[in-house]
């Protein structure tokens, strides 16, 4: 061909971080920078607003622009774990659809017809059992097909549940005189709850997030999701001759070493194998200030010092054995401040304070 491919992939910002999910064309998209192409990643800043449909059986909640922008932020420390700085380009699909005007709108809308649009198997699953499907839903696969157009893309990667986003590129592109792209797509990741990993159900690993709970994620995974994972994580092969909870630390470190290194990965399976497997408290144990009073509201204390939401599921929590003291469940809402004052507080399994105070 005698040039570079410019090779897209777009993730839209249904959370703040990429997942392992997304990692998986972000590898493919790798593969193309060591071959000497250009990464073209697009944060989806625009198509955010309507939410891809993809594997969607109700339309998606629309998420406030300020709270893209914000989380958009973080998405290129997410993805350098993975790519080539240098050869990537950064594009926010607002550059040019948030430019678009009625006139041009309507010029994208003539390239696919309605019944075009239906044959996508969501639309057509939900046209069918008369659920409702808004025109901007219907919309969606156009704008991301425009984002072809725009970056005048030679190669989209992409899971396989976005193969009819990724061929409506190319009928788009044709339309507006431009090369159609190839489209890649590559295989998607089930989560531990085996739906597919995705920022807006939160049940994903991230590329980049606290090592520990990076690795305490990747332990969920059953030992049947483990040579799937190497496959696409890893790439490589889970060695069947391999004890399986040795297969998934292994993996969990290999995850971990590549967003914080070696050491990162030692303390986190350090970490692991005390808190979880051996049911210790952690080596560094927050500590927090107990109240003044003779008596503290632990309901209270646990939302202001541990991290639960409300005081109403810190109640749950303590009715359901799930709070313990210096090792002991405790079901009394209202403790003695001494029975507190340098004591150890468990939360579940994972959430550990000290409390400290005159």
């Given amino acids: ?13 249904t959370a703040p ?14 593969a193309f920078q060591d071959a000497g192409h250009v990464g073209v990643l697009i944060v989806g800043d625009y198509t955010t607003r309507i939410g891809d449909p993809s594997g969607r059986s109700d339309e998606r909640p629309v998420i406030d622009p300020a709270e893209i922008d914000r989380m958009a932020e973080r998405f290129f420390e997410s993805a350098y774990t993975i790519l080539v700085p240098e050869q990537t380009e950064v594009r926010f699909n607002s550059e040019w659809l948030a430019k678009l005007d009625f006139a041009e709108t309507l010029r994208l809308t003539r390239t696919a017809t309605v019944a075009r649009l239906l044959e996508r198997d969501d639309f057509a699953g939900r046209f069918a059992a008369q ?9 969606y696969p156009l704008m991301q097909a425009y984002d072809s157009v725009a970056v005048k893309a030679d190669v989209e990667l992409g899971g396989t549940d976005q ?4 061929l409506m590129g190319r009928e788009v ?7 159609p792209q190839v489209v890649l797509t590559t295989p998607l990741i089930l989560s531990w709850d085996g739906s ?4 807006s159900r939160a049940n994903y690993v991230a590329l980049v997030e606290a090592a520990e709970e ?14 799937d994972l190497y496959r696409l994580v890893a790439q490589s092969e889970q060695d069947p001759a391999e004890d399986p909870m040795q297969s998934k630390l292994r993996l969990a470190r290999f995850v971990v070493a590549r967003a914080h290194g070696e050491e990162a990965a030692d303390r986190a399976e350090d970490h692991f194998t005390r808190v979880v497997r051996e049911k210790q408290p952690p080596e560094d144990v927050p500590e927090a200030t107990l109240p003044d009073g003779d008596l503290v509201h632990l309901p209270a204390l646990l939302v202001d010092s541990a991290g639960v939401a409300t005081t109403s599921a810190a109640r749950r929590l303590i009715g359901q054995g799930g709070v313990r003291v210096n090792g002991i469940v405790v079901t009394d809402l209202d403790l003695p401040r001494h029975q507190l004052l340098g004591a150890l507080l468990q939360v579940g399994k994972r959430e550990y304070v000290r409390f400290t105070g005159p």
């Fill in 1 to 13: 061909m005698g040039r570079s491919l410019r090779v897209k992939l777009g993730i839209d910002v």
């Fill in 196 to 199: 597919k990993m995705s920022g």
């Fill in 17 to 30: 971080h990429i997942h392992l999910g997304n990692g998986i064309p972000l590898q493919r998209m790798r």
């Fill in 163 to 166: 193969l009819y986003n990724l």
């Fill in 131 to 139: 659920e409702p499907i808004s025109v901007s839903e219907l919309l």
């Fill in 173 to 179: 592109m044709e339309a507006y005189g431009i090369a």
């Fill in 214 to 227: 990076q690795f305490g994620k990747m332990m969920r995974f059953s030992d049947d999701a483990l040579g």
